[in-house]
């Protein structure tokens, strides 16, 4: 069955740091992976999405890495800021999307 | 980026009444839309997908006489939580897809819907 795995359920991290993400997935061949970010009682929203044939995609401070071989993700925010503070969801499909559980980062002052 | 607006944000409803949730997409022309539930510190489950004009389509263990959906327009879908029990408390989303400036299938969501039934 397809399984998206997202490492961590929660992240500490000091402001100003690099906050590293993954994202594992089996039994998929996304021609997209998507990344949005979720806070407390709220929708989710999208942040980067990045094809199959890309290997890297930056959107200001964020950075995304996408490995086919690998069928992995990795979701970097540098220069972290508190306001960073979110849970961010990986998202795969074509059509539908199907979610990871996320990773909750909490980015200390 | 798109805006889909979600109302109401909360209902509080008793047990065995019905409950209206609305989404619209208010810049753009949502082809297909798509609700989710979420449970706490779960991820979004989706249940549904809503074209405009034509039938919903419900995934697997998804009641659809229980959640009944209408895409009527290209900027509306509701989601109708018939015969609300305790159970069916969570967190609903709405999301929408449209065709044109977008990079491929992101989706844009609602704010979400809080509902308690009691």
């Known amino acids: 069955s397809q399984k998206i795995e997202q490492n961590s359920e929660a992240l500490n991290i000091q402001e100003g740091k690099t906050a590293t993400l993954t994202c594992n997935y089996t039994?998929?061949?996304?021609?997209?992976l998507q990344w949005y970010r979720q806070d407390p009682g709220r929708g989710p929203v999208f942040l980067l999405l990045?094809?199959?044939?890309?290997k890297e995609k930056r959107k200001e401070r964020l950075k995304v890495t996408f490995d086919t071989t690998l069928k992995q993700s990795l979701f970097h925010i540098t220069a972290s800021q508190p306001a960073d503070s979110a849970t961010y969801l990986c998202?795969?499909?074509?059509?539908?999307?199907?979610f990871g559980a996320g990773t909750t980062v909490t980015v200390r002052a | 980026g798109a805006v889909v607006s979600q109302h109401p944000s909360r209902v509080i409803c008793k047990s065995g009444t019905s409950v209206k949730i609305e989404c619209r997409s208010l810049?753009?022309?949502?082809?297909?839309m798509f609700w989710y539930r979420q449970f706490p510190k779960q991820s979004l489950m989706l249940m549904a997908t809503?074209?405009?004009?034509?039938?919903?389509?419900?995934e697997q263990g998804v009641e659809k006489d229980k959640f009944l959906i209408n895409h009527a327009s290209l900027t509306l879908s509701t989601l109708t939580v018939t015969s609300a029990h305790p159970e069916d408390s969570s967190f609903y989303i709405c999301?929408?897809?449209?065709?044109?400036?977008?990079?491929?299938?992101?989706?844009?969501f609602g704010q979400g819907t809080r509902l308690t039934v009691v």
């Open positions: 999301s929408a897809s449209g065709q044109g400036a977008f990079e491929g299938t992101e989706a844009f």
């Open positions: 039994n998929y061949s996304p021609a997209y």
């Open positions: 990045i094809r199959e044939n890309e």
């Open positions: 998202a795969l499909g074509d059509y539908k999307l199907s």
């Open positions: 810049d753009f022309q949502a082809t297909t």
């Open positions: 809503s074209n405009e004009g034509s039938k919903a389509t419900y």
